[in-house]
Each structure stands twice: as structure tokens, then as C-alpha cells.
RNA sequence: GGCUGGAUGGUAGAGUGGCUAUACAUCGGUUUGCAAAACCGCGGACACCAGUUCGAAUCUGGUUCCAGCCUCCA
């Protein structure tokens, strides 16, 4: 068994050898909570949650870190608009935030840290900067000195003068360097502050990942994960802090970076205004369906996103669920040892989910076409299993095809009705009676074990 | 300007130096009171130009176009 991962600090596809085979450490960026979860924050989200299960599945002892970040200028500003306590309104929409992804069939991380909760190591991570030469403090701030990191710029593979040379933003006096960035800064009475050894202050952002990884799972972990489009800065900057404060010469052993979502083909982002909310798309669609959609690219790529990729997701899942529902009467039996190989071979080589999904579709078939008991159990039993890997197929069938707000006993009633106007050849009151349940979205279906039900899917 | 990735059938999306990806859609068939579902089957693709090779959509070079990061971002 070797999984290989892309990692972002080579630019290569590497076989994954972890740190000690008996503990593995896995950290993803969550986000920072100051407004609605988008689907840009539900793919990371989904992806890490499949490396995940995948590395449960090959190592006794996974340990999974996603943090919330909920103290950030980002989340002060928004809250005092609103005039609201920035503490509840960060908790507000870091439990949103859970709530979403949870539709989207992720599960909890194994550790889920938040940021205020870890100011004593924050700080205690910027002394030991400061000791060591690598920070500084200037008119209440703190600052990380780029200089005195040889290696900065290595992962994001930039060079530090060739960015300050287009550099778009006005630089603070108090930086040494263009490129420093803040580690702590002052807070007035109006924003959130915790007592320091520079005054009253908060955190700058990306410190809070290298104390929290550091806190729950060590100063060199093997895999950091998050999207591309925090590469630089972000990871760069945590990467150098992490390894200056440590003092090690690697903060994570394989960086893994999710690509982005793209509507028109352009990136979903703030800037753009086109920013698609998971409680909104949740409304409209099944999460499952989401999940597929945003699994059915390989994660370096990017998902397409628009109603006809939905639709797609949606109705490949249906067949799926058609074939589990012809076989409900099969038991099958949910382990690990029923996923196909060939599944796992796929998500084995960098995650790829689109061959997993080949794989499905044709176990999926087979079951479908399945006459002998046995390969019905079998095939079942390797549907279900890859599925639970994959955060796929638990569902029970029958309820995939209703919706929860629909009266069931009168649809039967009226199912009922029309199959003694069938049994009298009333052809007539047959049809009106299928227009009637067809008005209210419901699609018959015969077949010689009688009548089923269904609620179209939009 | 610097650094990354891309360009595959109607659409989405993998992969491979010669062998059906897969899904959705279309078309034909089986089935059906009608239908639906399911199953069977048929097509159809590798941006452009050179080169390497017995053979390239797959390797190399170039061209064009697209996206991302360099500024908050997942």
C-alpha cells in the first residue's frame, strides 16, 4: 500500500511516507467565520474529509485537525456593523459552518481548535520568535522578519524582491521589510484584546495555525491541507514562523492544496460577487448531490459549477440508488474489506475520485443486471462499503426518492385508486389519476411487483 | 511583469506511447395499456504547428487561448 500525494513543496506527485506510521497528523485551514459558508469553503471540507477516511482506512491512528479561525479584522468589522458581540458572531457562524458541511455528509475532525482558545501558545510562539531573531516589535505590532528566514518564499516558489517589486499596497513604516508580516497587533478598547508583552493585542492572521498545530499535533506534521489560493500567503507565512519558532527544517511534510470552484469559468470569490452559499444550494439540492459534484473532479482541478453539473450529480445518483433500491432485499454486508481494490487504488493515487466514481458506476451496473443472489450481496455489499469511504450511498433508498413535505398516505391512497381503475381496464381514470400525482411532482412507476412512487428531482 | 496550472467527444471529466474510461444528454432496440425506470446497442474527442518514434491525443520544442496566485480569499 502506498498512497501517493501532490505535494505543493516539490510541485511533484510523491509516494506518502509518514513521520511514524502509528500517528499520522493531518491539519486543514478551516475558515474564518464572519459570514455565510460558501461552497469554496465546502470543498476543502469534503476533499480533506475523504483523505481522511482514506488514511483511517490504511493507518491505525489518524489524527485530524481542522480549526475555526474566529478572530480575525475580517469578523470585527462585520460584527460592528451589525452591532453585534464579536465573540457570539464569530461562534454564530462557526456552528453555520459545521451545520453546512455536516449536509454535505462531512464528518467531525478528530481535534477542531479555535484560535481565541489558544492565545497563551500564540504568544508564547511569538516570544520564542522574537528570541530567536526572527520577529520584532515596532509601535505595538509584532512582526515577522522575512529576512531572517533563508528558506521563505520556498514553498509558494516566489521570490521575495520579485514580489516587492509589484507590489500593489502601501507599505506600514514600521516594517524592516516590505514583506514582514504582522504576528500581533494592538487592539483599542473597541476590538477584541488579550494582555502581551507588547500591550494589549490580537493576533495577526496565520499565526494561529502554526500554534495550533503545533499545540495538537507537533512542531512537524505530515500532511497541511487547504485551498491553492492560500499558498501565499498564508502557508507561506506559517510554514516560516512554524519552522523559525520550532527551529526544524520542515513544518509540514507534504502540502496538499485543493483547486478552486469555477462559475463561468472564473474563480468564486468576494471580489467577483459571485459567491454561492451552502445553505442556500442545500435548500435546492441534496447535499449527497453536492458532494458528488464536488468530489467528481480530481481536487487539484477545478469543479465546474452550474445547474447542469447538478443536475448530472443528481441523476447519477438516482440511477445508483434505483439499483439499491431494486435490492433491498439483499443484505449486505458494510466493511472495509468489502471496498474493491480498484477503488482504493484509485483514491491511493492523489485522490482520484473520478476513477472511484468510474469504478461505482460500473459496480452499479452490475448490480443492477445481478440475477443470483450471491452477486447481488456482493455487489451491494461493494457499493455500500466504497460508498461509506466515500461519504456516499447511506441513505435508505426509499426515503432518497421522497421529500420530506409531501403527504404519503394521500399519494397511496391515489396510487391505490388508480391501480383498481387499472385492474377494470379504466385506462382514462388511470391516466387523470397519474396527471393528478405528476402535478404534485410525483412519478409513477409500474412494474409486476406493483406500483412505485418517486418525487422528481429538479 | 514573475510564478503555477490548463486546453480531451453535445456537456462534465479521467487516463494511456499502440488496448471500451465513466457519467449526463442524443439516437436505435427490449419492455410497457400508456408511461416511467431498467437493460442492450450505436455513434462521436484528444487546441494549433513542428520534431522524436515502426506508431503520439499521450514525449520534446514552439504558437495561440484560458484560469489561478503575486491584494481579502477555500
New binding site residues.
Given amino acids: 500500500m502506498t498512497i501517493q500525494l501532490h505535494n505543493t513543496k516539490t510541485?511533484k506527485k510523491e509516494t506518502f511516507v509518514p513521520i511514524d506510521k502509528n500517528s499520522i497528523t493531518m491539519y486543514l485551514?478551516?475558515?474564518?467565520v464572519y459570514n455565510y459558508a460558501?461552497?469554496?469553503?465546502a470543498?476543502?471540507a469534503v476533499v480533506f474529509d475523504v483523505l481522511n477516511n482514506l488514511l483511517k482506512y490504511h493507518y491505525p491512528k489518524v489524527t485530524y485537525a481542522r480549526n475555526i479561525t474566529d478572530i480575525?479584522d475580517?469578523i470585527n468589522k462585520s460584527a460592528m456593523e451589525l452591532g453585534q458581540n464579536i465573540k457570539k458572531y464569530a461562534k454564530k457562524y462557526a456552528d453555520i459552518y459545521n451545520h453546512d458541511i455536516e449536509q454535505l455528509g462531512v464528518q467531525a475532525p478528530d481535534i477542531e481548535p479555535y484560535a481565541t482558545e489558544h492565545i497563551p501558545q500564540i504568544i508564547a510562539m511569538i516570544n520564542d520568535l522574537i528570541t530567536k531573531g526572527h520577529a520584532y516589535a515596532a509601535e505595538g505590532h509584532v512582526l515577522f522578519s522575512v529576512n531572517s528566514y533563508e528558506n521563505y518564499g520556498r514553498l509558494?516558489?516566489?521570490?521575495i524582491d520579485?514580489?516587492i517589486?509589484?507590489?500593489?499596497?502601501e507599505i506600514a513604516p514600521y516594517k524592516k521589510h516590505p514583506a514582514d508580516f504582522v504576528l500581533w497587533k494592538p487592539s483599542d478598547e473597541s476590538l477584541p484584546g488579550w494582555g502581551s508583552p507588547w500591550g494589549r493585542g490580537r493576533p495577526g492572521?496565520h499565526i494561529e495555525c502554526s500554534a495550533m498545530c503545533k499545540e495538537h499535533l507537533g512542531t512537524i506534521i505530515d500532511i497541511h491541507c487547504?485551498?491553492?489560493?492560500?499558498?501565499?500567503?498564508?502557508h507561506e507565512n506559517e510554514a516560516a514562523q512554524s519552522c523559525c519558532a520550532n527551529s526544524t527544517e520542515s513544518f509540514a511534510n507534504y502540502w496538499v492544496h485543493?483547486?478552486?470552484?469555477?462559475m463561468d469559468?472564473?474563480?468564486?470569490?468576494?471580489?467577483?460577487g459571485n459567491i454561492l452559499l451552502i445553505k442556500d444550494v442545500v435548500k435546492k439540492h441534496k447535499g449527497e448531490v453536492i458532494r458528488w459534484l464536488l468530489l467528481?473532479?480530481?481536487y487539484?482541478?477545478?469543479?465546474?459549477w452550474?445547474e447542469?453539473?447538478i443536475?448530472?450529480?443528481q441523476?447519477?445518483l438516482?440511477?445508483i440508488y434505483?439499483?439499491l433500491r431494486?435490492n433491498q432485499d439483499s443484505i449486505a454486508e458494510v466493511h472495509h474489506n468489502n471496498i474493491p481494490a480498484s477503488i482504493i487504488k484509485a483514491l491511493d493515487?492523489?485522490l482520484?475520485t473520478?476513477?472511484a466514481?468510474?469504478e461505482i458506476?460500473?459496480i452499479?451496473?452490475q448490480l443492477?443486471?445481478a440475477k443470483s443472489s450471491n452477486d447481488k450481496v456482493l455487489y451491494k455489499s461493494q457499493l455500500l462499503s466504497a460508498g461509506l469511504l466515500l461519504g456516499f450511498f447511506q441513505e435508505n433508498p426509499e426515503s432518497w426518492f421522497k421529500a420530506d413535505d409531501i403527504d404519503s398516505d394521500k399519494i397511496e391512497k391515489l396510487i391505490k385508486q388508480?391501480n383498481t381503475a387499472?385492474d377494470n381496464k379504466d385506462?382514462?381514470k388511470?391516466?387523470q389519476i397519474?396527471n393528478e400525482l405528476a402535478a404534485m411532482n410525483v412519478?409513477?412507476?409500474?412494474?409486476a411487483k406493483g406500483t412505485r412512487w418517486s418525487v422528481k428531482n429538479q
Fill in positions: 510541485g485551514c478551516g475558515p474564518t460558501h461552497i469554496g469553503n470543498r476543502p480575525d475580517k509558494s516558489n516566489r521570490n520579485d514580489m517589486a509589484g507590489a500593489r499596497v492572521w487547504g485551498g491553492r489560493d492560500l499558498v501565499f500567503p498564508h485543493n483547486g478552486m470552484i469555477n469559468n472564473h474563480k468564486m470569490s468576494k471580489s467577483l467528481s473532479s480530481q487539484r482541478q477545478s469543479v465546474s452550474s447542469d453539473s443536475y448530472k450529480s441523476k447519477t438516482d440511477r434505483t439499483a431494486e493515487d492523489d482520484n473520478p476513477i466514481f468510474a458506476n460500473k452499479a451496473k443492477a443486471k388508480r387499472r385506462w382514462e388511470s391516466d397519474r412519478v409513477l412507476e409500474d412494474s
